[in-house]
């Protein structure tokens, strides 16, 4: 394990925990101009991620969720302090930290932590992924009616115009899921699940998902199957990727 994929785990860590003093609590919840919930602990756990990497690397960059895009982006720190705020306000532990470490654009470590659930997801490009320090990998299924797929907002399909395509896929699977977010897409690197289907992400949403599913054996990409997902992401085992971007079209 590299130095730096060690520091993205420890600082996930203590950003995720300190979102949990806020969790299933009456904490007050504001809106951003495009109309998605924050709280405090969105706005905590970034500034101490921002901080614990300024101390450590002052020299790379930084780009996050709540303060946007600091410092040199050559060598440049994604996050998401809390990937999931819908589920965080509700109550419901599918959140998860996500750190991600990219040099010139490209992706080269992902941590997800998941506080509430006692999970960390992490990956380093060329080494695999790991869950609570266990190797893990995508599923062998190759058939869709054998398959479970999951995604985030059925409403931003329609949204999209991608409706139609999602409701096909449902009811080919064998089942269809809102386990959303980075939780979905965790799932699929895990093996549990076969595709997440996400219709509208940030690259700070995707840039930890990106390695942590490819590293597991997936593969992830845009809707137009373009490898760098950034405004939207499907991550599958791989067998079923073309097929689910087909039916997207």
Not at 43 to 56: G, M, S, V, Y
Not at 222 to 248: C, K, M, R, V, Y
Request: proline share 4%; net charge negative.
């Amino acid at each position: 394990m590299s130095p730096r994929l060690q520091f993205a785990m420890d600082i996930a860590l203590e950003a995720g925990n300190l979102t949990l003093a806020y969790f299933q609590n009456d904490v007050e919840i504001s809106f951003k101009p495009d109309d998605s919930p924050v709280t405090i602990a969105d706005r905590e756990a970034e500034n101490l991620l921002r901080k614990r990497i300024t101390a450590r690397y002052p020299e790379d960059g930084i780009y996050g969720e709540e303060e946007g895009r600091t410092g040199d982006q050559k060598r440049c720190w994604v996050l998401d302090p809390i990937d999931g705020t819908k589920s965080f306000i509700c109550g419901v532990p599918l959140f998860a930290t996500l750190v991600a470490y990219e040099e010139s654009d490209q992706r080269q470590i992902g941590v997800a932590f998941f506080p509430a659930l006692d999970l960390m997801f992490c990956a380093e490009v060329g080494r695999g992924a790991r869950c609570n320090g266990e190797l893990i990998s995508v599923s062998s299924k190759t058939s869709l009616d054998r398959s479970v797929i999951c995604t985030g907002s059925v409403a931003t399909f329609h949204k999209r115009g991608l409706l139609d395509g999602y409701v096909r896929l449902s009811e080919a699977a064998l089942a269809s899921r809102t386990w959303c977010d980075a939780y979905g897409h965790c799932l699929v690197a895990m093996g549990r699940v076969e595709a997440m289907i996400d219709p509208r992400v940030e690259p700070y949403d995707v840039a930890a998902i990106q390695v942590i599913v490819s590293e597991a054996g997936g593969r992830i990409s845009s809707f137009d199957g373009s490898e760098n997902p950034q405004t939207e992401a499907l991550s599958s085992n791989g067998f079923l990727h073309d097929l689910i971007l087909g039916e997207l079209k």
